[in-house]
């Protein structure tokens, strides 16, 4: 069973950056897809970024691209989400999502492709 845990949430100012980390215990790291997803109060979750199993490709979300970088560290089973030129339309609570994959090279942009989620961590961007 695949245990997400995210960190490095917090409050920054429009224009900051912030690194989010999820760190995967319990399950078999190199065979996962990763995903990372943002969700507002009242509004659906929504995909911001994605990287295959070994890092070989990623997505990103229209509203991210160029500003957010994703990136796993397969030695550490952890997955990165940097954010640069954040923005308060950005603020939302993050989530890591995972999923198995038997495609090396596949990402995945719906929420409903992943079957392992973290409990969120809370970023505010302050205008």
């Known amino acids: 069973q695949m245990q997400l845990v995210e960190s490095g949430g917090g409050l920054v100012q429009a224009g900051g950056s912030l690194r989010l980390s999820c760190a995967a215990s319990?399950?078999?790291?190199?065979?996962?897809?990763m995903g990372w997803f943002r969700q507002t109060p009242g509004q659906e979750r929504e995909f911001v970024a994605a990287v295959s199993r070994i890092a070989r490709n990623t997505g990103y979300a229209d509203s991210v691209k160029g500003r957010f970088t994703i990136s796993r560290d397969n030695a550490k089973n952890t997955v990165y989400l940097q954010m640069n030129s954040l923005k308060p339309e950005d603020t939302a609570r993050y989530y890591c999502a995972a999923r198995t994959d038997s495609w090396t090279n596949n990402y995945y942009t719906r929420s409903g492709d992943y079957a392992y989620w973290g409990q969120g961590t809370q970023v505010t961007v302050s205008a």
């Open positions: 319990g399950g078999t790291w190199s065979t996962y897809a």
